[in-house]
């Protein structure tokens, strides 16, 4: 009974010692310092992690002058979708992308992902106001961690992320997560607010480089397609996991 006792204890040991092993080995890739204003003092591979913009702040994203300063409309048909693509809106907010997107893909479905409940609550509420029983049924609402979207795996053609990376606590793993969900050939399209224009009127911690875009992405695996010069004051980038 004693040998069996201790062999028990041993394997536990072991676990628990992989298991930080593991969690270790994944926060390597980050390094600490004190933080910025609008910083969190986490870095991933050069770049300060943002603060995260709260449902208090939903009002802007829904702001009326949205379209016309940042052509929006422009961003949706440059997303190349196909009638029966399934899409992940990641960070999706308010779903102010995820509804339109959604009427693009009529065969498909759009899954809309937030770390936070009360922007959910608010996807759920438009969708459950639609002027159709049918209005808006392909929209599924998602709550994701910091670290993970929860996205089904090899299921996903189009992730897109507006405005909302530069946010994630967990780029690496989250990066990690999403490749996985994308199917193979499958695409992230990532909007950033372009940091190389001094004129974009954003905080620098809201902003990000094609070059440091990139870099995190190719990190992933992902290979980087091309950068569609459509947006007055964003980066819209494609980004494409390797075909089997």
């Known amino acids: 009974m004693r040998l069996i006792l201790l062999c028990f204890a041993l394997l536990l040991f072991a676990c628990d010692a ?5 969690a270790q080995g994944s926060d390597d890739v980050y ?11 986490k870095v991933y591979m050069g770049r300060e992690i943002s603060h995260v913009m709260g449902h208090l702040g939903a009002g802007w994203l829904e702001r009326p002058e949205r379209q ?19 899409v992940a809106d990641i960070g999706a907010g308010t779903g102010f992308f995820t509804f339109p997107v959604s009427g693009r893909v009529p065969q498909g479905k ?8 009360e922007m959910l609550s608010i996807i759920e509420q438009r ?44 780029p690496r793993e989250m990066g990690e997560a999403m490749a996985r969900a994308l199917k193979p050939g ?3 399209a990532l909007i950033e607010y ?4 001094r004129r974009v009127p954003i905080k620098r911690l809201h902003k990000m480089t094609e070059a440091q875009s990139r870099k995190e992405m190719e990190a992933l695996g992902l290979t980087w397609i091309e950068t569609k010069d459509v947006l007055p004051q964003q980066h819209l980038m494609i980004f494409a996991k390797p075909a089997e």
């Open 18 to 22: 992989q298991s930080q092993s593991t």
């Open 31 to 41: 390094t600490y310092g004190q933080a910025n204003r609008d910083g969190i003092g």
């Open 68 to 86: 016309r300063d940042e052509r929006t409309d422009l961003l949706i048909v440059n997303l190349d979708l196909e009638p029966d693509h399934v």
């Open 110 to 117: 759009v899954l809309a992902v937030d770390i936070q409940p």
């Open 127 to 170: 969708k459950a106001a639609g002027s159709k029983p049918t209005s808006w049924q392909n929209i599924e609402t998602i709550l994701g961690t910091e670290d993970n979207p929860n996205l089904p795996e090899s299921a996903v053609d189009l992730i897109f992320m507006v405005d909302a990376y530069h946010e994630f606590a967990y």
């Open 186 to 188: 499958g695409r992230i």
């Open 194 to 197: 372009r940091a190389e224009d």
